[in-house]
């Protein structure tokens, strides 16, 4: 025996519909899309300073600059691990941690860069695809078939107007 109530759809059904319905009422607009947008850059620095700081890591003086702390370094861990009192100890711990960022901090922040610039560039793929997509909407369908159909009859033709072959 079978029911006379029709069967409900089913939830992925339900949100498949949803998103085809929103996809058909937002307007398109006919206006370019707008440039990318450079990321916000860390600790509110310019791109002049860090172009700055990817030409001091290249420059040929770095590495020298970089184990001349990395040698005060080893000075402040030596000092650090002699036998100091509590306070003087704490206040060496703070040093030794202020030399060791002074060492990373130019390629923490050139590497958080390049990561906003990867995630912005992500977001504009994410876009255009998501635009690509919209004028894909009847890929592998009747209607795309014969569209494909009369494009390659008007190539064919030379002429740009259909053909007048039934087929």
């Given at each position: 025996?079978?029911?006379?109530?029709?069967?409900?759809?089913?939830?992925?059904?339900?949100?498949?519909?949803?998103?085809?319905?929103?996809?058909?009422?937002?307007?398109?607009?006919?206006?370019?899309?707008?440039?990318p947008q450079e990321p916000e850059l860390p600790l509110g620095l310019e791109v002049q300073a860090v172009e700055g700081l990817r030409q001091l890591l290249q420059s040929p003086q770095y590495p020298h600059y970089s184990a001349l702390l990395e040698r005060v370094l080893c000075t402040q861990l030596e000092r650090?691990?002699?036998?100091?009192?509590?306070?003087?100890?704490?206040?060496?711990?703070?040093?030794?941690?202020?030399?060791?960022?002074?060492?990373?901090?130019?390629?923490?922040?050139?590497?958080?860069?390049?990561?906003?610039?990867e995630?912005?560039?992500?977001?504009?793929?994410?876009?255009?695809?998501?635009?690509?997509?919209?004028?894909?909407?009847?890929?592998?369908?009747?209607?795309w078939d014969a569209y494909v159909r009369d494009s390659v009859r008007a190539a064919s033709s030379g002429n740009g107007a259909p053909s007048a072959e039934l087929g």
């Open positions: 025996m079978t029911s006379a109530t029709p069967r409900k759809s089913s939830p992925w059904a339900i949100s498949l519909l949803k998103q085809w319905f929103r996809r058909i009422r937002l307007p398109r607009s006919s206006a370019a899309p707008e440039a650090l691990v002699s036998a100091l009192p509590h306070d003087q100890y704490l206040f060496q711990c703070g040093v030794v941690y202020a030399t060791r960022r002074l060492i990373e901090l130019p390629h923490d922040i050139l590497s958080k860069v390049n990561d906003l610039k995630h912005a560039n992500a977001r504009s793929r994410a876009a255009a695809n998501a635009r690509d997509a919209q004028g894909a909407a009847f890929l592998n369908t009747p209607w």
